[in-house]
C-alpha cells in the first residue's frame, strides 16, 4: 500500500525501467521532473528478481503519493504489458508483471516495451519534439525501437511493434537469443560485440564501430522505405560512445537502402535525451490514458 498520508497525487507517477542489467526505480513529477531514483542490477538477483524489484519501489516512493505506476520493460510482452518474457530475464517467462505490481502498490499500473516507452519520451523531451512520425531506437547491450507514425505509438495486433533489433541484417549470421540466426540484436549489440571481439564494446576498433553502424543504418533504411520515415534518433551506450563512427556508417547504410524519393532525406542522429530518458519514458506511459 502507498505509505504517504492523504489522497493520490496525480502529478506523481513511480517510474520503474527494466533493462537486460539493471533495473532504475524514480518517481517522476509532471511534467517530467525525477524526485527520487533507485536502481538495482539484474545479476545480482538471478532468483529474486521481483522481490528485489517490489523492495526498490518501496524505498523509492517512501514519503510520496503517487497515483500511477508506469513500467518500461525489455520485451517482448503479451496483453498490452500484462505478461512480460524479456529475452535476456530468464527468470521471466509469461511473468504476470502488471498485476504483481499493481496488487503490491495498489494504484492503477501499465506496462509498455522498454525501447517503445523511450520513443514517446523521445517526441515529448527528445530530438522528436517537432516531428509526427519517426523511428526510435537503442543500440546498447540489446537492440530495441519504437515507432510513431502521425502522432501516435505505432502498437501492432500484440503492442509489440518496433522490435527493430529482430530484422535479419546478416543472412545465416550469429544466433539470436530469438532463435533466429543474423538479427540486429545479434551482429549490433553490445553483448554480441563483446561475444565476437573478446572485448567490452566500449573497447571497439574502428572495424567494429563502423560495421555496427551500418548494419543499424541498414535496418534503419529498410524499416523507413517501409513505413515512409525520415528521420531515426538513436540512444544507448554502444551508439552514442561509437559517435561520429557509427552515425557517419548508419547514415550512409541507411540511405544507400532507402533510395525511393520519399525517403531521400533520411537521416539517422542520435538521441537528445539524457540519462534520465527511460525514466521519462515510463513516467509517460504510466500518465498514458492509453
Not at 520503474?16 to 542489467?21: L, Y
Not at 527520487?36 to 529474486?48: G, K, S
Not at 519501489?57 to 503519493?65: K, L, T, Y
Not at 533504411?221 to 515512409?228: A, I, K, R
Request: charged content about 20%.
Amino acid at each position: 500500500m502507498n505509505r504517504a498520508k492523504g489522497a493520490p497525487d496525480d502529478s506523481l507517477c513511480l517510474a520503474i525501467d527494466i533493462g537486460a542489467t539493471k533495473i532504475d526505480v524514480a518517481v517522476v513529477a509532471a511534467p517530467g521532473k525525477i524526485l527520487t531514483r533507485q536502481r538495482l542490477f539484474v545479476a545480482e538477483h538471478p532468483t529474486d528478481l521481483i522481490v528485489a524489484l517490489v523492495s526498490l519501489a518501496d524505498a523509492a516512493r517512501e514519503g510520496f503519493r503517487v497515483a500511477s505506476v508506469g513500467v518500461a520493460c525489455a520485451g517482448p510482452t503479451r496483453e498490452c504489458g500484462a505478461f512480460v518474457s524479456p529475452l535476456n530475464i530468464p527468470q521471466w517467462r509469461d511473468f504476470p508483471l502488471r498485476a504483481t505490481i499493481e496488487n503490491h502498490v495498489g494504484v492503477p499500473t501499465r506496462v509498455e516495451g522498454d525501447a517503445r516507452a523511450l520513443a514517446l519520451a523521445e517526441g515529448v523531451f527528445g530530438a522528436a519534439r517537432h516531428d509526427d512520425s519517426y523511428l526510435s531506437m537503442v543500440v546498447s547491450s540489446g537492440v530495441g525501437g519504437g515507432i510513431v507514425l502521425n502522432g501516435r505509438l505505432l502498437d501492432g495486433n500484440s503492442g509489440n511493434a518496433g522490435h527493430v533489433g529482430h530484422l535479419t541484417v546478416v543472412p545465416g549470421g550469429a544466433l539470436c537469443g530469438c532463435g533466429a540466426l543474423g538479427c540486429l540484436e545479434a551482429e549490433a549489440s553490445g553483448r554480441a560485440i563483446e561475444a565476437r571481439t573478446g572485448q567490452p564494446a566500449a573497447d571497439a576498433d574502428l572495424w567494429t564501430r563502423q560495421r555496427t553502424g551500418a548494419l543499424v543504418g541498414q535496418a534503419i533504411g529498410n524499416v523507413c522505405s517501409l513505413l515512409d520515415l525520415e528521420r531515426c534518433y538513436v540512444a544507448g551506450s554502444v551508439a552514442l560512445g561509437f559517435g561520429a563512427d557509427f552515425f557517419g556508417a548508419a547514415n550512409k547504410a541507411a540511405r544507400g537502402v532507402s533510395q525511393m524519393s520519399f525517403t531521400s532525406d533520411v537521416r539517422v542522429e542520435p538521441s537528445s535525451l539524457t540519462s534520465d530518458g527511460p525514466l521519462l519514458g515510463a513516467a509517460l506511459v504510466g500518465w498514458s490514458p492509453r
